[in-house]
């Protein structure tokens, strides 16, 4: 028992360490980890779960069974250790995007395109066995993001008679982080069990403005307004989760592997302000509440598949948004209906490494990695539903450094794709926004089978 006690002491030190590094991620990914006008409502563009070599193979990893590998994505693989080892995982992304919309006005129209790049942090984990079938899991991962920045002119009549031009602008940052720390049991050879924690906080702000830009009636005396949401984000949530072998030999494994997600009221606290000319001193609203956002129940299970060559995962994912937030839509004031949708996505993966065990030929080591992802946005824009589709690709580069350590590469080209390529706002046509992107990933898997080996010297 003292050595469960020395491990866990050692856990709680790591933690300590790591939190710091936390806020310092918070800080990154705040303002730049996305650029999509999609994320202008709730909590913003959702991330893909798991460690670089997951999403390299489209994200799957429910099911997956790896001594030398952090399960983000299922607490029951925090059992999967062996006795005195060590997984640390650290991870980067950066992101191209491209965004495309068909604007309409006068009987025509005309096609506009943005293009922003960004880089952040994707994940900071660890893994390790606390006991006998029993280990420990930690990491810290963005949950969504929010990055946007749009304007638009008045041009109608009785602004342009009265006042002048006046442009609108919308833009906001910020990002909600998870921090996640659970235990997973194998209670018996081919059964492992999990439960974590999962703590979401973060801080999102939204911006808009109306700016008169070329008064050119009046007295010349037009004043600009500024208002300012900010959504702060502090809640606690449990996951569980289940893996069951049904082939496991030296040679290869079969396993299934389930997860459940508790939903409830997130309530992020809404603070509003609303400013005239002085941003700093002319407040002309100042209103708090607590928005009836709330997160969805989720389901996940997954198939994985893997020998000494070979491995190979298929995984579902259901998300109620919808079902949890019915009543709660955004927007009308705004002229846009945006209300939440029942999600489903499907992953798949595969990866190959040739031959491990080729000492003579380094590439035949390598893993080369492909995957797909389909499904849907959790939101609807005026009625219409938004696809979301992508493929990646990846390499696992072995390192022999603390043990079977590696550098994992990954690629990802995906598609955000509306149902309607227009909808109708205040009686007039409006191009929905149809998304692609290019991510890259670069991460740092340390694994080491002695790290807890008391050393002795003469």
């Known amino acids: 028992m003292q050595g469960i006690y020395k491990q866990i002491f050692k856990v709680?030190?790591?933690?300590?360490?790591?939190?710091?590094?936390?806020?310092?991620?918070?800080?990154?990914?705040?303002?730049?980890?996305?650029?999509?006008?999609?994320?202008?409502?709730?909590?913003?563009?959702?991330?893909?779960?798991?460690?670089?070599?997951?999403?390299?193979?489209?994200?799957v990893g429910v099911a997956m069974l790896s001594t030398n590998m952090v399960n983000l994505l299922?607490?029951?693989?925090?059992?999967?250790?062996?006795?005195?080892?060590?997984?640390?995982?650290?991870?980067?992304?950066?992101?191209?995007?491209?965004?495309?919309?068909?604007?309409?006005?006068?009987?025509?129209?005309?096609k506009v395109e943005t293009a922003y790049n960004s880089v952040n942090i994707h994940e900071i984990a660890f893994q390790m066995p606390l006991a006998k079938s029993v280990g420990f899991g930690f990491s810290l991962t963005p949950y969504s993001n929010v990055g946007y920045n749009t304007f638009s002119n008045d041009i109608s009549s009785d602004i342009i008679g009265n006042v002048g031009r006046v442009?609108?602008?919308?833009?906001?940052?910020?990002?909600?982080?998870?921090?996640?720390?659970?235990?997973?049991?194998?209670?018996?050879?081919?059964?492992?069990?999990?439960?974590?924690?999962?703590?979401?906080?973060?801080?999102?702000?939204?911006?808009?403005?109306?700016?008169?830009?070329d008064i050119i009636t009046g007295s010349g005396e037009y004043s600009s307004t500024t208002g300012v949401d900010t959504y702060d984000v502090s809640n606690v949530k449990f996951q569980f989760g289940v893996q069951w072998h049904a082939i496991l030999n030296s040679k290869r494994a079969l396993s299934f592997g389930a997860t459940?997600?508790?939903?409830?009221?997130?309530?992020?606290?809404?603070?509003?302000y609303v400013y005239v000319d002085n941003f700093l001193t002319s407040v002309v609203r100042d209103q708090s509440e607590a928005l009836p956002l709330r997160l969805p129940q989720q389901i996940a299970a997954g198939v994985f598949y893997q020998d000494t060559?070979?491995?190979?995962?298929?995984?579902?994912?259901?998300?109620?948004?919808?079902?949890?937030?019915?009543?709660?839509?955004?927007?009308?004031?705004k002229g846009v209906r945006v209300a939440y949708t029942d999600t489903h996505t499907i992953k798949a993966g595969f990866e190959i490494r040739p031959r491990p065990t080729d000492v003579?030929?380094?590439?035949?080591?390598?893993?080369?990695?492909?995957?797909?992802?389909?499904?849907?946005?959790?939101?609807?824009?005026?009625?219409?539903?938004?696809?979301?589709?992508?493929?990646?690709?990846?390499?696992?580069?072995?390192?022999?450094?603390?043990?079977?350590?590696?550098?994992?590469?990954?690629?990802?080209?995906?598609?955000?794709?509306?149902?309607?390529s227009?909808?109708?706002?205040?009686?007039?046509?409006?191009?929905?926004?149809?998304?692609?992107?290019?991510?890259?990933?670069?991460?740092?898997?340390?694994?080491?089978?002695?790290?807890?080996?008391?050393?002795?010297?003469?």
């Open 12 to 59: 709680i030190i790591a933690v300590v360490l790591l939190l710091p590094m936390g806020a310092v991620a918070q800080n990154l990914t705040s303002s730049v980890n996305t650029y999509s006008p999609y994320s202008m409502y709730g909590l913003g563009e959702l991330t893909t779960p798991g460690n670089v070599a997951m999403r390299s193979m489209g994200g």
């Open 360 to 420: 003579g030929n380094y590439l035949n080591r390598v893993a080369y990695r492909v995957g797909v992802r389909y499904g849907d946005y959790y939101q609807t824009f005026a009625f219409s539903t938004i696809k979301q589709y992508a493929v990646t690709a990846g390499f696992g580069f072995p390192l022999q450094l603390f043990g079977n350590s590696s550098i994992d590469v990954s690629f990802e080209w995906g598609v955000r794709d509306p149902a309607q």
């Open 167 to 213: 442009q609108y602008r919308h833009y906001g940052d910020g990002d909600i982080t998870e921090v996640k720390a659970g235990f997973g049991w194998r209670p018996f050879t081919k059964l492992s069990l999990g439960v974590a924690a999962r703590y979401y906080w973060g801080l999102i702000s939204r911006h808009y403005s109306t700016i008169p830009t």
């Open 309 to 333: 060559k070979i491995r190979a995962g298929l995984d579902y994912v259901y998300q109620n948004w919808g079902s949890e937030n019915t009543d709660y839509i955004e927007g009308n004031g």
């Open 74 to 110: 299922n607490p029951a693989g925090y059992a999967n250790m062996n006795r005195k080892s060590f997984v640390f995982d650290f991870g980067l992304d950066a992101g191209h995007y491209r965004n495309s919309q068909t604007k309409y006005g006068a009987g025509s129209s005309s």
């Open 422 to 458: 227009k909808i109708a706002i205040n009686g007039m046509e409006v191009g929905l926004v149809k998304q692609n992107y290019y991510k890259l990933g670069v991460g740092l898997s340390l694994f080491g089978n002695d790290w807890f080996k008391r050393r002795q010297f003469n």
């Open 260 to 272: 459940y997600d508790m939903g409830g009221d997130l309530n992020p606290d809404e603070t509003q």
